[in-house]
């Protein structure tokens, strides 16, 4: 089992930044990527940047350019992911969830709580 924890979210204005951290631990060592989902009220729950264990990371076109994952290892017991978030927009609100997915004969996702990001115009 892997177990998520996100932190960083809140309210800011336009233009802006924002950073999201996601301790991931428990069953670290089989995560094949790590990512951040966002959903926005009355929309589906989109990916918009992964990671993986290799360090290649992809991004959504709505995003790329602005947001960067990155991801740190410090022991094998844990292991936590990041977003920095720059020149944020209004659409950029909603509710943000860290993904891991393991590949134990087919891919297991875990997720996260969620944080919620607000950007004021």
């Known amino acids: 089992q892997v177990q998520l924890v996100e932190s960083g979210g809140g309210l800011v204005q336009a233009g802006g930044s924002l950073r999201l951290s996601c301790a991931a631990s428990?069953?670290?060592?089989?995560?094949?990527?790590m990512g951040w989902f966002r959903q926005a009220p009355g929309k589906q729950r989109e990916l918009i940047a992964r990671?993986?264990?290799?360090?290649?990371?992809?991004?959504?076109d709505s995003v790329k350019g602005r947001f960067t994952i990155s991801t740190i290892s410090r022991d094998n017991a844990k292991n936590t992911v990041y977003l920095q978030m720059n020149s944020l927009k209004p659409e950029d609100t909603a509710v943000y969830y860290c993904?891991?997915?393991?590949?134990?004969?087919?891919?297991?996702?875990?997720w996260g709580q969620g944080t919620q990001v607000t950007v004021s115009s």
């Open positions: 993904n891991a997915q393991r590949a134990l004969g087919s891919l297991i996702n875990s």
């Open positions: 428990g069953s670290i060592f089989s995560i094949i990527s």
């Open positions: 990671i993986t264990s290799g360090g290649l990371a992809n991004y959504a």
